[in-house]
Every structure is written in structure tokens, then in C-alpha cells.
T-cell receptor
Framework: AQSVTQPDIHITVSEGASLELRCNYSYGATPYLFWYVQSPGQGLQLLLKYFSGDTLVQGIKGFEAEFKRSQSSFNLRKPSVHWSDAAEYFCAVGLNQAGTALIFGKGTTLSVSS | NAGVTQTPKFQVLKTGQSMTLQCAQDMNHEYMSWYRQDPGMGLRLIHYSVGAGITDQGEVPNGYNVSRSTTEDFPLRLLSAAPSQTSVYFC???????????FGPGTRLTVT
């Protein structure tokens, strides 16, 4: 069965510093992978997705992620964090090699210090 | 388009009561799914549907029923509410497996 691990429960980054959020997945075939963000009291917004092609994908708000099959990872990065990026971030894998429904990780909470 | 709508926004139930959480979408999406969100647990898939008349279980289906009689609606039924079902429930829909999910605003349910 698919699973997603986000090893970091909480990360604090200084404003303007770079960010990397880790995500590892468990799935035998090529996965469909997604990153979502949830701001406090808000709903979930899709940041970016990967299902084939170029392993470096660009998303909204200046985020990018790289799919590494050898490491079963799909880490999220941003070169310069803004205070408004403080939120909870979820990595997810598509169920049964499709994105019709998703299996989520437990999330990483990002705090941004000034 | 209203997108994905969920009603009610808030609900308090007593243990043993039953209720239905409503979910509707006006985007003609084939795929719909239900999740619960609990602190420290992320979102967990309850049930999903790949089209009208077709539903399947997710990670945590016990205590919940679904049906999909139309493309637009995907209600989630709690048969006999338990305190362990206190959670925030999100409904989502998608056009295709590669498009990502559109989430509703959520229903906050408390079972006492």
C-alpha cells in the first residue's frame, strides 16, 4: 500500500533564507506526487504536482520540487522564504498510480522568523 | 462556479446519533473523495468515488458510508457517531488523475 513520510514535524526558517521540506513515499510504480499548503484556518491549496516527464517541477508562489526515484523522495524547495509562507505543508501520493484520491503525509508546519 | 461546497460548516452530535455531511460540486468532475483531518495525523482518506454509482474504501472507512447517485453529489454518512469521529472533514473533487484535487471548505464535527 502507498504511504508518505514527512520526517520533519516542525521547521523554523528565517525570512529570506532557503527552505527544503522533505517527503518520502512508498510505492512500487511511478507515483503521482503532490504538495499542498494549508494556511492557518484555511483550506488546502495545490502547490505543484508530478506524474511524468521532467523531474524538477515548478509550482505556484515560487516553490519547486524534485522527484528522485532512487531515493523515493519528492522534496519541496523555495530559495527565499517570505513571512506569508508560514503554514502547514502536506505531501501526497496518488492512490493506485492515479490522482483520483490521495494518501497524505502527516504534514510539516513551517514557521518563519524575522 | 461555486466549486466544491460542504454543509454544514459546524456540527455537534451526541454519541450514537447519525448524520450526513453533504458535498456537492458543479464542475462535472468524475472523481470525488472524503478526508478527515486530525492534529498531527495529516489528512486521511475515508472513501472515494471514480464516477456515479462507483465508490470504494480508503484508509479509514469504518463508521462511515457513502453513495454516489449523481456526478454532483457525494454525501458522507456517519451511522452511529463516536467521540473518535470528532474531526474536520474535507470533501474534494478532481477532473483527472493528473489535475490535483479541489477541496471544499470543510466541516468541523464534534461528537460528545
Amino acid at each position: 500500500a502507498q504511504s508518505v513520510t514527512q520526517p520533519d514535524i516542525h521547521i523554523t526558517v528565517s525570512e529570506g533564507a532557503s527552505l527544503e521540506l522533505r517527503c518520502n513515499y512508498s510505492y512500487g510504480a511511478t507515483p503521482y506526487l503532490f504538495w499542498y499548503v494549508q494556511s492557518p484556518g484555511q483550506g488546502l491549496q495545490l502547490l505543484l504536482k508530478y506524474f511524468s516527464g521532467d523531474t524538477l517541477v515548478q509550482g505556484i508562489k515560487g516553490f519547486e520540487a524534485e522527484f528522485k526515484r532512487s531515493q523515493s523522495s519528492f522534496n519541496l524547495r523555495k530559495p527565499s522564504v517570505h513571512w506569508s509562507d508560514a503554514a502547514e505543508y502536506f505531501c501526497a501520493v496518488g492512490l493506485n498510480q492515479a490522482g483520483t484520491a490521495l494518501i497524505f503525509g502527516k504534514g510539516t508546519t513551517l514557521s518563519v522568523s524575522s | 462556479n461555486a466549486g466544491v461546497t460542504q454543509t454544514p460548516k459546524f456540527q455537534v452530535l451526541k454519541t450514537g446519533q447519525s448524520m450526513t455531511l453533504q458535498c456537492a460540486q458543479d464542475m462535472n468532475h468524475e472523481y470525488m473523495s472524503w478526508y478527515r483531518q486530525d492534529p498531527g495525523m495529516g489528512l486521511r482518506l475515508i472513501h472515494y468515488s471514480v464516477g456515479a454509482g462507483i465508490t470504494d474504501q480508503g484508509e479509514v472507512p469504518n463508521g462511515y458510508n457513502v453513495s454516489r447517485s449523481t456526478t454532483e453529489d457525494f454525501p458522507l454518512r456517519l451511522l452511529s457517531a463516536a467521540p473518535s469521529q470528532t474531526s474536520v472533514y474535507f470533501c474534494a473533487s478532481s477532473f483527472a488523475g493528473t489535475s490535483g484535487l479541489n477541496f471544499g471548505p470543510g466541516t468541523r464535527l464534534t461528537v460528545t
